[in-house]
């Protein structure tokens, strides 16, 4: 017995690793560089992981270009490259004419004049930024330059320049723009929330009264709405695609189009008739000896339900709750549809990134796919704990 304890403890491992790999998979990815995926091997554990893949999706960085006349250069290193050839230079400053630079995280130090246009400053007297890594978008003439060490003579006319820690210098500059890049999978991580939150919220508002009202309470029709419930969880994937130039119009004529709460209303509403069937069916295993208990002592049915029966149906609660949040979480036909902008959820998020097969940050994306993936693993663990209480409340009263 003993050796068959263990062969089915290994199965069972082997079984939980084959299932979990692909999470663990892209968890690797998202830890390794970008550009590291294109690879015949697969590495269990990345060779130099990183943190900058979730750094990038969640806080991004800032990129700047700037323009000038003429711009000078203080850096700890820089490199003057022309052709094939290469010079670097440390502890050095540069001088160079008809200047466009681009700048990497840059900060601005001082500033003299310059129009703000949005995120361009135009046409200033002077600015003073810095920047780990600044480059030169085109050929450049190098007016001087003056450094430490100098490993060769460089050339000084149509070169590209690099530096690293570097301030740049720009009198009578022409433009200035900082743009902020990556980020922005907060915004869309916010919208995905307030969709599924409200989706619970509307979806138990709807489903317990109903739910409590067919298991306990006797009605002409009830039987033939009961019926009409269950084939409307049937035919409803079908029904929803059909209605979906009925529900645009609707959503045109109330004007809640690229609206979340409406979003939110519209998924709850269509999760209606499974949820209470579901909600029902776990009313039903509650012996209606609790509520004549209830009644005896005077209780109204609100209050019943209030205090009695919902108590003791939280695990039934906490399931449909699940089912809500993944509705309004991962749906993504009806929010790519209706949804846009600064209201897109991340599902839509997540959809449009793949839409370019051939130029998708793979890394960047199983940083986002895993960030996705959290909050339904937090949602079933809070759940998880009222559906163990809920087993343990109530008592019928003597």
Known sequence: ??????????????LLFAILFPVYYMFEISLKPQGTLATTEIELIPDDPTLDNYKEVLIGHKEGTARGEEATIKADKAVIRKGTLSTILENC????????????????????????RGDSIVYGDHIKMRSPEVSTTMSVSIIDYSAENVDAKPELNNVMVEAENAEVEMDNFRSVRITKVGGDVWLYMKNSLILAVLTVVFSLILVIPGAYSFSRLKFAGKGHVLYFYLMFTQVSGGLGIAGLIALYGLLIKLNFMNNLAAMALVYSAGSVPYNTWLMKTYLDSISFEFDEAAFVDGASYLQTLRYVILPMALPGIATVAIFAFMAGWTELVLANLFLSGANSPLSVYLYVTLQNMRSVPWNSFAAIALLFAIPPALMFMFAQRYIRSGLTLGGLKE
């Open 1 to 14: 017995m003993r050796w068959k304890k263990i062969v089915f403890t290994l199965l069972a491992v082997l």
């Open 93 to 116: 400053t540069i001088t160079i004419e008809g200047a466009t630079l681009n700048l990497l995280d840059p900060e601005i130090i001082e500033r003299t004049g310059g129009e703000d």
